[in-house]
């Protein structure tokens, strides 16, 4: 038994739908740019790219309902709505085939992003870090197990701030398909228990204010909303 200096971290989780469990984190990566109408509002050509990657800390999850403080060195916190996929079974260069056997539950997400400086960090070529992993960047309601509602192929996915539709999409029209995100990403990494992905967002990503409510639904799945103080 390691025996630590100072007490050790706590350990993220997410709520599970309908338990008293709690499913815990191990990492967090991200898709970017995965559905065509959001690559081209982005500025970027959506037939091109292989799908690519960047990571939040595990600690950057946040329940449905919280009320995360805006956050710092920002003046245009976006929302993005996104499927997220809890790894149960983890493997490294899985098939495409397999992939989905290793998924436990999906979750609706909201993935966070500090705009300006994710613009600024991609005008001087720096690292996103900072733009997407902040504290408490990284919202996800409730998880559904495979066991009880299967693998979501299509489903409408929006994002409201304060009840206005901002984002409105169909989880059909990712461009790399869950297993296919699972399976390019376990060739870069050893996926294990606990990874969470964040398979992307469609069109319509824009500002969260001070003290305004955003809330991510995805059809069939639990809402996740969070207000930012
Ligand atoms: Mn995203």
């Given at each position: 038994?390691?025996?630590?200096?100072?007490?050790?971290?706590?350990?993220?989780?997410?709520?599970i739908?309908?338990?008293?469990?709690?499913?815990?984190?191990?990492?967090?990566?991200?898709?970017?740019?995965?559905?065509?109408?959001?690559?081209?509002?982005?500025?970027?050509?959506?037939?091109?790219?292989?799908?690519?990657?960047?990571?939040?800390?595990?600690?950057?999850?946040?329940?449905?309902?919280?009320?995360?403080?805006?956050?710092?060195?920002?003046?245009?916190?976006?929302?993005?709505?996104?499927?997220?996929?809890?790894?149960?079974v983890?493997?490294?260069?899985?098939?495409?085939?397999?992939?989905?056997?290793h998924?436990?539950?999906?979750?609706t997400?909201?993935?966070?992003?500090?705009?300006?400086?994710?613009?600024?960090?991609?005008?001087?070529?720096?690292?996103?870090?900072?733009?997407?992993?902040?504290?408490?960047?990284?919202?996800?309601?409730?998880?559904?197990?495979?066991?009880?509602?299967?693998?979501?192929?299509?489903?409408?996915?929006?994002?409201?701030?304060?009840?206005?539709?901002?984002?409105?999409?169909?989880?059909?029209?990712?461009?790399?398909?869950?297993?296919?995100?699972?399976?390019?990403?376990?060739?870069?990494?050893?996926?294990?228990?606990?990874?969470?992905?964040?398979?992307?967002?469609?069109?319509?990503?824009?500002?969260?204010?001070?003290?305004?409510?955003c809330?991510?639904?995805?059809?069939?799945?639990?809402?996740?909303?969070?207000t930012?103080?």
């Open positions: 038994m390691t025996r630590f200096i100072l007490p050790a971290p706590k350990t993220p989780s997410v709520e739908f309908e338990s008293d469990a709690r499913f815990a984190v191990r990492r967090i990566f991200c898709v970017g740019r995965n559905y065509a109408e959001h690559a081209r509002e982005m500025g970027a050509d959506p037939d091109r790219e292989p799908p690519f990657f960047f990571t939040k800390p595990a600690d950057a999850v946040v329940d449905d309902a919280a009320y995360p403080p805006y956050p710092p060195q920002t003046q245009n916190l976006h929302h993005e709505a996104e499927l997220v996929v809890a790894i149960g983890g493997g490294a260069k899985i098939a495409p085939d397999q992939a989905l056997n998924v436990w539950g999906y979750a997400g909201n993935d966070l992003t500090r705009r300006d400086l994710q613009a600024a960090a991609k005008e001087k070529r720096r690292p996103w870090d900072m733009s997407k992993g902040f504290d408490q960047s990284a919202a996800c309601g409730a998880l559904h197990p495979v066991s009880a509602i299967g693998h979501p192929v299509r489903g409408r996915i929006t994002a409201h701030v304060d009840g206005d539709l901002r984002q409105d999409g169909d989880i059909g029209d990712l461009i790399w398909p869950v297993a296919d995100v699972i399976a390019y990403l376990s060739n870069s990494v050893t996926l294990a228990t606990g990874d969470l992905i964040y398979t992307g967002t469609p069109a319509g990503v824009g500002p969260i204010g001070r003290g305004e409510s809330t991510v639904a995805i059809d069939g799945l639990s809402s996740v909303t969070t930012y103080v």
